[in-house]
């Protein structure tokens, strides 16, 4: 029992899309007087139930548009769940579209800062780790300019040495890794290795398959919203090869 | 509500930060930042002397000396409302791929203005000094004045920018109200213009007695009137806790809509 982190019982999520996005005041009353719906309601995930244990890297598959990055973000309590349960134990670091929380106009330095204390580190605590984070990212000379000078590789180094120094229980890294080049990755794929090691718990979300079938003891296969196979990795993988190719 | 109050000040840090890039983003780090910002409410004066001095004449004395006590106030909540409205949904990339408590968004940008309207009222000493105002013992109320103006602001600011990501015409709404709102708080004009008859009703708008407190404070040299600074104070606790509850029942469904 214990050593469950992540619990999701028959989680459901509606997205109301509204036909005229953003809306205004103006578009709800005209609606309201027409008596026009004027939206559609689209379930993103669709009865999802599964287990994130400690000590493993669990993969997330699935084509475009199947709900991986909202099953993410309601992990991260980013989204509220429309019914179902999900049990969360532990600290969670969630990394989407890799340094989208960054502030563009701060340095790599200043943005450490910023993200620990999102995270709820006080600043003593990311100073103690900067060297480490410095160490791995391999940016020392970045690190006072601007980040709207970084290309995309760079942030998602910063991104993701940060996150793997901040010493989260559950990390969860959306699409990632694949900028990072090659001895970086290779890295990268190390410390996950480590982290895992460490009892940490990883959910990969992922279009490189050899990246998860490499990381992940497990797999999970998302499609429209629904789990079409769960288990050993390259099973979820040659089922999503399959989906796929027809 | 408490437990929310006491969570934002684990996030002291994020709101540090983001003051920083407001006022990076405000000043491009030049120190004449700070006569930049002071260019508009002083060329509001300048606009207002010439129409009710030389055009209309109103009986006020050392009139330009009168705007400057009150347009700063003023000038605090309408650019912290106007600046805080579009916050969340400037901030969207944050919102959606982070958990955090979402009011220190537009928290910040009041606080950047705060801070502002602070500055702004130590470069008004002086020239109180200059033009024959002494220091006052009734300078002890300019805490009090700010502490209402603050929170009023906050409540509003803090709704106003959870509404504004589900109905984008919110600002028009506000930017509109503003400019309306201004002409029923004594800024261009003393509380003595205002009959006897509506005096009560008119000192019902919390902003319209803490300006007129400023008014009292800093132009005349007296005493605000109590009464009517005790229901400022009261209206304005409750406006921020109504507009700060409200907050938190939207907030949940903030991330997916931006």
Redesign the interface.
């Known amino acids: 029992m214990d050593k469950v982190r992540v619990r999701i019982e028959n989680l459901n999520k509606k997205?109301r899309v509204f036909h005229e996005s953003?809306?205004?005041?103006?578009r709800?009353a005209y609606n309201l007087l027409r008596g026009k719906r004027g939206y559609q309601d689209i379930w993103a995930l669709k009865d999802v139930s599964f287990c994130l244990n400690k000590q493993e890297a669990v993969g997330l598959i699935g084509p475009n548009a199947s709900g991986k990055t909202t099953l993410l973000?309601i992990i991260?309590?980013?989204?509220?769940p429309t019914s179902g349960s999900v049990h969360v134990n532990g600290r969670?670091a969630?990394?989407?579209?890799l340094g989208?929380?960054f502030?563009m106009?701060?340095t790599g330095i200043?943005n450490l800062?910023?993200y620990?204390?999102?995270f709820?580190?006080?600043?003593r605590q990311v100073k103690e780790r900067i060297p480490d984070i410095i160490g791995f990212s391999e940016l020392n000379n970045f690190l006072d300019i601007p980040l709207r000078q970084y290309s995309f590789g760079m942030r998602m180094r910063l991104a993701f040495s940060l996150a793997v120094n901040i010493d989260p229980d559950i990390l969860l890294i959306d699409e990632t890794l694949a900028v990072g080049d090659l001895a970086f990755r290779e890295k990268c794929f190390r410390k996950i290795e480590e982290l895992k090691a460490k009892g940490k718990t990883l959910f990969l979300v992922s279009q490189h398959l050899d990246e998860i079938e490499r990381l992940c003891e497990r797999a999970i296969l998302l499609d429209k919203g629904e789990i079409k196979a769960i288990g050993p990795a390259k099973d979820a993988i040659r089922e999503y090869k399959i989906t796929m190719g027809k | 509500m408490v437990q929310e109050i006491k969570n934002l000040f684990?996030?002291r840090?994020?709101i540090?930060?983001l003051l920083?890039?407001g006022f990076?983003?405000k000043y491009k780090n030049s120190f004449l930042g700070i006569f930049w910002s002071l260019l508009n409410p002083l060329l509001n004066v300048l606009i207002f002397t010439f129409i009710f001095t030389v055009i209309i004449k109103i009986n006020i004395k050392s009139y330009p000396l009168y705007l400057l006590c009150t347009i700063f106030p003023w000038n605090f909540f309408n650019s912290a409302l106007i600046n805080s409205i579009v916050s969340i949904v400037e901030d969207d990339?944050?919102v959606?791929?982070?958990?955090?408590p979402y009011e220190v968004i537009p928290l910040a940008v009041v606080i950047t203005n705060f801070i502002n309207f602070l500055i702004d009222l130590l470069i008004l000493i002086p020239v109180l000094l200059l033009f024959g105002r002494g220091i006052s013992i009734v300078w002890f109320y300019i805490p009090l004045l700010i502490f209402i103006g603050f929170i009023l602001t906050c409540g509003l600011s803090i709704l106003a920018a959870g509404i504004y990501v589900?109905?984008?015409?919110?600002n028009f709404?506000l930017n509109f109200s503003l400019r309306l709102f201004f002409y029923f708080v004594p800024v261009i004009y003393t509380l003595d213009f205002i009959p006897q008859k509506l005096r009560s009703i008119y000192l019902c708008n919390p902003l319209a007695a803490v300006i007129d407190g400023f008014a009292k404070v800093l132009f005349y040299g007296r005493a605000p009137d109590l009464k009517w600074l005790g229901l400022a104070t009261l209206e304005s606790i409750i406006i921020f806790t109504l507009c700060f509850y409200a907050f938190q029942k939207i907030k949940?469904?903030l991330?997916?809509?931006l």
Request: cysteine-free; glycine content about 4%; overall charge positive.
């Open positions: 997205f953003p809306l205004t005041f103006q709800a973000r991260a309590s980013i989204y509220a969670v969630a990394f989407f579209e989208s929380g502030i106009e701060f200043e800062y910023l620990g204390a999102v709820g580190l006080s600043r | 684990k996030f840090e994020l540090l930060a920083i890039r990076k983003a990339h944050f959606k791929n982070t958990f955090f589900t109905f984008r015409d919110l709404i949940k469904a991330p997916e809509q």
